[in-house]
Nanobody, 119 residues
Framework: VQLQASGGGLVQAGGSLRLSCAVSGRTFNSYAMGWFRQAPGKEREFVAKITWSGGSTSYAGSVKGRFTISRDNAKNTVYLQINNLKPEDTAVYYC?????????????WGQGTLVTVSR
């Protein structure tokens, strides 16, 4: 499976962005999908994940209430709606596909899209 993330950019604090991740492959709807991010000088961290059906989601505490993950299996695409952006959200955002919701099972990664939040 191949993943292509897009939608990043420069935005002012308080603004919004919607990230997209297009997934190639015939079995998209069998994968759990997730978003992760890596800020400059920091390790990659989990942001959000969603089951193959879209029926269950989970978020990191730092983004809960501001970020929303969703998926459209007909379009082989997963989204991350980001609202009320904060400077500390600045990072490269990666989408990933997993055989389950366990973070260790996310084994396929996209190239990342950069989100920069100015004060």
């Amino acid at each position: 499976v191949q993943l292509q993330a897009s939608g990043g950019g420069l935005v002012q604090a308080g603004g919004s962005l919607r990230l997209s991740c297009a997934v190639s492959g015939r079995t998209f709807n069998s994968y759990a999908m997730g978003w992760f991010r890596q800020a400059p000088g920091k390790e990659r961290e989990f942001v959000a994940k969603i089951t193959w059906s879209g029926g269950s989601t989970s978020y990191a505490g730092s983004v809960k209430g501001r970020f929303t993950i969703s998926r459209d299996n007909a379009k082989n695409t997963v989204y991350l709606q980001i609202n009320n952006l904060k400077p500390e959200d600045t990072a490269v955002y990666y989408c990933a596909a997993g055989s389950s919701l366990r973070l260790a099972d996310f084994g396929s990664w996209g190239q990342g899209t950069l989100v920069t939040v100015s004060r």
